[in-house]
């Protein structure tokens, strides 16, 4: 069973570009959600894809877009880089939404430096 | 809004001796409760889980207690061992919707031989 993989590993950008990153789910899965973690905080919510839809967005602003492929890897693009914007960004997979909670696993996240 | 609260940023604990982190939180909706363990350059992996209807979920050294009159959850381990030493996160959900995890700011935790 293959876990969740992203890339690269790490980004160094300047202010006002735009970053693309990218994510493989696990096997089995079809929900991917992002995650931005600033330094000495806890992750928080981006948004969540399902069946290639957005599907619950948390307090991030437009410039922050996703994807999510028929093969369930999932892209998230960031516009207008901001200094702000760096952190490590972690992508989690899960099963279909449902009435019960389902497990999220995570990869070991993109470090995006914007200088 | 910080709706999910680990109020101390670092806990120092003995070999051999238990290790309780605390978690507070503000949101009624919540009804599901997890601690995540995260090791440096690695993502967060999964420890253990409570449903709200519980008030308590045991697994091994590990041991997840809810009071939900008071929002509160600990994670208690015993024995502690030097390879528990990472952060650990306290995250609440709910289970309909995106299940979209909250996060606490995460607790350092370092287990002294």
């Known amino acids: 069973e293959t876990g969740v993989t992203q890339s690269p590993t790490h980004l160094i950008k300047t202010r006002g570009q735009q970053v693309t990153l990218r994510c493989s789910s696990q096997?089995?899965?079809?929900?991917v959600s992002w995650y931005q973690q600033a330094l000495g905080q806890g992750p928080q919510f981006i948004f969540q894809?399902?069946?290639?839809?957005?599907?619950g967005r948390g307090n991030f602003p437009p410039r922050f877009s996703g994807l999510q492929f028929p093969n369930y890897s999932s892209e998230l693009n960031v516009n207008a880089l901001e200094l702000d914007d760096s952190a490590l960004y972690l992508c989690?997979?899960?099963?279909?939404?449902?009435?019960?909670?389902?497990?999220?696993?995570f990869g070991p996240g993109t470090r995006l430096t914007v200088l | 809004d910080q709706q999910v609260k680990q109020n101390s940023p670092s806990l120092s604990v003995q070999e051999g001796r238990i290790s309780i982190l605390n978690c507070d939180y503000t949101?009624?909706?919540?009804?599901?409760f997890l601690w995540y363990k995260k090791y440096p350059a690695e993502g967060p992996t999964f420890l253990i889980s409570?449903?709200?209807?519980?008030d308590k979920n045991e697994d091994g050294r590990f041991t997840v207690f809810l009071n939900k009159s008071a929002k509160h959850l600990s994670l208690h381990i015993v024995p502690s061992q030097p390879g528990d030493s990472a952060v650990y996160f306290c995250?609440?959900?709910?289970?309909?919707?995106?299940?979209?995890?909250?996060f606490g700011q995460g607790t350092r935790l370092t287990i002294n031989p």
């Open positions: 989690a997979s899960s099963l279909v939404p449902g009435l019960t909670y389902n497990e999220q696993f």
């Open positions: 096997s089995g899965h079809n929900t």
């Open positions: 894809y399902y069946r290639e839809e957005e599907n």
């Open positions: 949101n009624s909706m919540f009804d599901y």
């Open positions: 409570i449903s709200s209807i519980k």
């Open positions: 995250a609440a959900s709910e289970i309909q919707g995106a299940q979209k995890l909250v």
